[in-house]
Nanobody, 114 residues
Framework: QMQVVESGGGLVQPGGSLRLSCAAS??????MGWYRQAPGKERALVAT???????NYADSVKGRFTISRDNAKNTIYLQMNSLKPEDTAVYYC??????????WGQGTQVTVSS
């Protein structure tokens, strides 16, 4: 059974940093990534990373967020720097199985506020 478990959300002041982690299990995963959903908005891509390390970022986070991956641990990370109030959202991890199928995490809340 495939599953992902996110951790690392919380409350941070504008300009601060947070690091999210997502541990996947139950398969070999190809592309993994982070998405976020703010109140009243649709879920949107933040960043993705392939098994080979190729990355893709939303324009709004380029230069501030960094996605990385440890294939041995089936884990991805999202280092978020220079956080802004508009980064406030529930952040979801998504993992695409190399054998087909997709799994989403439960989400972790990130709140940027003074």
């Amino acid at each position: 059974q495939m599953q992902v478990v996110e951790s690392g959300g919380g409350l941070v002041q504008p300009g601060g940093s947070l690091r999210l982690s997502c541990a996947a299990s139950g398969s070999i995963f190809a592309t993994m990534g982070w998405y976020r959903q703010a109140p009243g908005k649709e879920r949107a891509l933040v960043a993705t990373i392939t098994r080979g390390g190729s990355t893709n970022y939303a324009d709004s986070v380029k230069g501030r967020f960094t996605i990385s991956r440890d294939n041995a641990k089936n884990t991805i990370y999202l280092q978020m720097n220079s956080l802004k109030p508009e980064d406030t959202a529930v952040y979801y991890c998504k993992a695409d199985s190399a054998m087909g199928g997709v799994v989403w995490g439960q989400g972790t809340q990130v709140t940027v506020s003074s």
